[in-house]
């Protein structure tokens, strides 16, 4: 699997939907406010109407009660006309008229203003309805950007994650190979050279021999002897480096205590080493990952940190290793990733496949302490 998309690729085009969706939160914010703003003018409308409505019902009972009134006055002058003048009778028939139009009129203008009343009753439910879904909408846009923020950027980092994990599995093979071609190197500069030797050797003495000069021989077969040893400590040297076999024969306590010990004296760095708990022998996945992990924090701190004191420590709990590497060198910016540096990522990996976890102190100066805690 190849990612074509860099880290910062992707984080350019988080910032940009995130202006985007911002932006499109602001619009609706405004929108919402907007609907606000008519929702208030709309509910004093309503109120001032509703009492106008009321107003015109009181005006209009009042009005009808009176041209009630007036015609029965008005039935009364007909009856009677022989008791009132012409003048006086059209003055109540007239009168009856004007009110009784006026009061078509208020009741028309009634019936208006409860049209107006319902109408501004409808558009407030629209409208409430409107700035609902506007504040549901600004919630989900929140949720949105939360997930551009948080959660996509997490996607990204699992992408660089995945990046590191491919470059490291190509390391890997590099490493192999590296390592193959050292270990045949060595096999061929060293052991090989002096088996040779002894071969050509052993038949100087042979001719030796035969010629008569014994103490010659003896002397030869000495210096026989002294390549065969350092064969031998030559060969053991590489199979130690391969594997220690000591963590097979003897566990993981007495191999770091031995690592230690040597790597101590050969780089002049005073080494301590400490364990805490029952020291016991542990599932050899276990004791070839803890000698790893110690092995590449040593010659990290070794190779980098000019300490002057370096400390193991390993604690072996019924439930859980720890192991502590602690140099008082000059510390690094743990958040800095370097390139063809694969040897904190093999530890991480390392840690991560017994499931635990794996912390670093570091600061300028201050030097470095690396945590590991496996579940056993
Ligand atoms: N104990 C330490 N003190 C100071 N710096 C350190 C220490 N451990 C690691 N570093 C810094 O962190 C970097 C990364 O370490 P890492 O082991 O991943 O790679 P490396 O040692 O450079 O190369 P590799 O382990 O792949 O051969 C180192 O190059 C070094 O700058
Ligand atoms: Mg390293």
Known sequence: MSVKISEKALDHVIDDMVEVVENSKDE???????????????VLELKETKE?????????????????????????????????SEEDIREV???????????????????????KRDELERRLITLTHTINRAEGLAGKISVILNYLQDDFRQVNEMIENAKEKQEFGL???E???DERRKISRE?????????ANILLRSEIVERTIRNGSMDEAISEIKSVRKMVRSS????????????????????????????????????????????????????????????RLMQESIQNAIKHSEASQIQVKLEIRRNSLTMVIKDNGKGFDVSKKKDKSFGLIGM???VEMLEGELHIQSSLGKGTAIIIKVPY
């Open 348 to 350: 991480r990996e390392r």
């Open 175 to 177: 490493a192999q190979e």
């Open 232 to 291: 031998l400590y030559e060969v053991r040297r590489i199979i130690y480096d391969l594997r220690p076999m000591a963590l097979d024969d003897l566990g993981l306590v007495p191999t770091m205590k031995k690592y230690v010990d040597s790597i101590s004296d050969y780089n002049n760095i005073p080494t301590e080493f400490s364990i805490i708990g029952e020291e016991k022998r542990l599932n050899s996945k276990y004791e070839v990952a803890f000698f």
């Open 187 to 195: 096999i061929h500069d060293g052991p090989a050279q002096m088996l």
């Open 93 to 115: 028939y007239e009168n009856t008229h004007l009110m009784q139009t006026n009061l078509a009129i208020l009741r028309q203008e009634e019936k208006a203003l409860r049209d």
């Open 52 to 84: 106008k409505v009321l107003q015109h019902i009181e005006n209009g009972d009042k009005l009808e009660e009176r041209v009630r009134f007036s015609r029965k006055r008005l039935a009364e002058v007909s009856k009677y006309f022989e008791r009132y």
């Open 28 to 42: 609706i914010f405004n929108i919402s406010e907007e609907a606000r703003r008519e929702h208030d003018h709309l």
């Open 171 to 173: 390391k890997i093979i």
